[in-house]
């Protein structure tokens, strides 16, 4: 059974950061796409931020790029997303998604429950 773990939310003042994890069981990083998505009150959920391991390349959408910083640890089978110079914009529910054999682009089968990130201002 496939299982994503998201941790590391909470409530932070505008230009703080925090780090989020995404703990992977059922499937080893050898061939992978991860992704993090977020979802803010009355909109929909957006994909920001992913990384593959075939073609190795990471992506970040344009309003989170050079602020969040997207990694893996392999031997932890965990995927992190450190977000700095955090904005009131960026308050949602952030998922992690992944899949093996996948790149980014493909559909992601597999998502967490969701983490609270708040930025106050």
């Known amino acids: 059974e496939v299982q994503l773990v998201e941790s590391g939310g909470g409530l932070v003042q505008t230009g703080g950061s925090l780090r989020l994890a995404c703990a992977v069981s059922?499937?080893?990083?050898?061939?992978?796409?991860l992704g993090w998505f977020r979802q803010a009150p009355g909109k929909e959920r957006e994909g920001f931020s992913c990384?593959?391991?075939?073609?190795?390349?990471?992506y970040y959408e344009d309003s989170v790029k050079g602020r969040f910083t997207i990694s893996t640890d392999n031997a932890k089978n965990t995927v992190y997303l450190q977000m700095n110079s955090l904005k009131p914009e960026d308050t949602a529910v952030y998922f992690c998604a992944g899949a093996p054999e996948r790149a980014c682009g493909d559909r992601l089968d597999y998502w967490g429950q969701g983490t609270q990130v708040t930025v106050s201002s």
């Open positions: 990384i593959s391991s075939r073609d190795s390349i990471t």
């Open positions: 059922g499937f080893t990083f050898d061939d992978y796409a």
